[in-house]
Structure formats: C-alpha cells, structure tokens
C-alpha cells in the first residue's frame, strides 16, 4: 500500500519539523512549506491527500494559500485542516470559504492530530 503523503505548511521550522517527526512516525509521506508560495511551489505536480496549515505566515498566508490550492485541477477535494494559534471567528469563516474542512488551535494533541488526520486523509 501506497503511503499518503500530508503538506505542512507553516513558517515556523521547529513547528515543522516537530510535525514531520510526528507524521512520517504515523507512517505518512511530508511535504514541507516555509509559507503558502512556497508549499504551491514545492507541491505542484505532487500527489497531496491532506494539507495541514498555518494561517498567519509571511509571503503568502494560509487563508490565501488554501484558496490558491484548490483553484488547482484536481485539488479542490483534497482536505485541510487549518493549523493555527488563531480562534477568531471571522477568520474560521474565511478559511471555510477558502476550503479549509478543520480548524485545530495550537498547541495540539498528537494523538489526537493524527486521528484527525487519518480520519480526513483520502
């Protein structure tokens, strides 16, 4: 079986790094973005099945970012689960509008952030 590879997104490298740990332990495939250009650049042409990201980053941030992806052919179904220090309202709408499906406030549970993981991994 193919393992399913998850997109993190987020400027924060330590945040980053303790994710990859976490998620290749969980026996995912990571991809690693610095901020939501990078992450476009760094996945394009990349099978994705699930996209955990941060909302305020530099260059392009997550709300912008989960937009761009999914104006993308074929990636309009992939699943994203908002990854953030933010609990404003406005801004939970603003990612569900964009495509986001989950919202998780940092800091996060392991456990419980892989079971959400494999619950909403195509």
Request: glycine share 6%.
């Amino acid at each position: 079986m193919t393992k399913k590879t998850v997109l993190v997104v987020d400027d924060s490298a330590s945040l980053r790094h303790v994710l990859t740990d976490l998620l290749t332990g969980g026996g995912y495939n990571v991809i690693e973005g610095e901020n939501g250009q990078d992450a476009l650049a760094k996945s394009h042409g990349k099978p994705v099945h699930l996209i955990l990201c941060d909302v305020n980053m530099p260059i392009m941030d997550g709300i912008a970012f989960v937009a761009a992806y999914k104006s993308q052919p074929n990636c309009e179904d992939i699943p994203v689960v908002m990854l953030t220090t933010e609990a404003d309202k406005t801004l939970k709408v603003a990612a569900k509008e964009a495509g986001a499906r989950a919202w998780i406030v940092k800091p996060f549970n392991n456990e419980q952030l892989l079971n959400a993981v494999a619950k909403l991994i195509l």
